[in-house]
């Protein structure tokens, strides 16, 4: 009894990781980023998609001296294929357009991660990115 | 100047022409094949081609890709970093695949024209590169579709399949 009791915990345990580890679909990682922002703040009010556009939108000027935004590389349109800086195509962010957008939390983070530091400096929080998601969600 | 000097000159610069185009056309050179052969790891593949095109091994030696490595966070002024593991399994990869450990005659000949106390990051500052690259002007370089010397998939579409042969090269405009 005891026994299949710690194994029970234990596989309730395993699946409770393994969904915060790999959210199949953009809506459950949104979920994720919504009680994660609950945790971090007692007054979060929720993520808003208009946020989420000017978020992407709204440049800024970088230390380098030059004017970025999201845009910059990712066009003002989510479902338009974007250009690095060295002319590699990227993929449209919106997941209506581009279904395996947000579906590998890894990678995912990485990129927040890699171009938050790059556009803005700094780590986004997750209000901005779970209103970025919204607004990418929201566009169809 | 004497009619036999003239038709020795034009025997001579015909023969030197003939031996410079054969030496950068087509034929087996010291062993392995004239192109770099094809090499994969699903790593590299990911990680190394979301920003820019994916770069075969066998265009810089194994200190020019271990300096690479080691210098992720500042990638020609981007963070690139990896996590350990991705980082050092491609870092094997690179290196087991560079040009000084492969023996086709591109890596053999882009190794030879790197100075042994020079560790160059980029493959455009290689003399082999910039010898073949003598008559393509700084313009053409910048051109929007281009961007930079260091697209090479813009004018050889099969770079990124290790395919750099003079057939397949068209210059966009």
């Known amino acids: ?140 | 100047m004497k009619k036999w000097m003239q038709l020795l000159v034009l025997i001579t610069s015909i023969s030197a022409t003939t031996a410079l185009l054969a030496s950068g056309g087509m034929g087996e050179g010291e062993g392995g094949g004239s192109q770099m052969p094809l090499v994969t790891n699903a790593k590299w593949k990911a990680e190394c081609a979301s920003c820019h095109m994916l770069y075969h091994p066998g265009l810089l030696p194994e200190r020019s890709w271990n300096k690479m490595m080691a210098g992720l966070d500042k990638h020609f002024g981007e963070n690139a970093s990896l996590d350990a593991a991705t980082r050092d399994e491609i870092g094997r990869f690179l290196a087991l695949n560079s040009a000084d450990k492969q023996i086709n005659r591109r890596s053999n000949r882009i190794n030879l024209s790197i100075a042994a106390n020079l560790t160059p990051l980029r493959i455009s500052e290689t003399r082999y590169f910039t010898s073949k690259h003598d008559e393509i002007s700084a313009d053409t370089f910048k051109r929007k579709s281009i961007g930079s010397a260091a697209n090479c998939v813009a004018c050889h579409k099969g770079a990124e399949k290790s395919d750099f042969s003079e057939s397949q090269i068209k210059i966009p405009r």
């Open chain 1, 1 to 140: 009894m005891r026994n299949s009791l710690i194994r029970h915990t234990c596989v309730a345990w395993a699946l409770l990781f393994s969904i915060n580890a790999f959210a199949a679909t953009p809506q459950e990682l949104l979920k994720q980023y919504e009680s994660q922002a609950k945790q971090e703040d007692a007054k979060f009010t929720g993520f808003s998609a208009d946020k989420g556009a000017s978020f992407f939108k709204e440049e800024r000027m970088h230390s380098k001296g030059k004017k970025v935004s999201c845009v910059t590389c990712h066009t003002a349109d989510p479902r338009n294929q974007g250009k690095t800086r060295a002319n590699k195509v990227i993929e449209p962010m919106a997941p209506s357009i581009n279904p395996q957008r947000f579906t590998d939390v890894a990678k995912v983070e990485k990129w927040f991660g890699r171009n938050c530091n790059d556009v803005l400096e700094r780590t986004c929080t997750v209000q901005e990115k779970g209103d970025y998601l919204q607004f990418l969600l929201s566009v169809k």
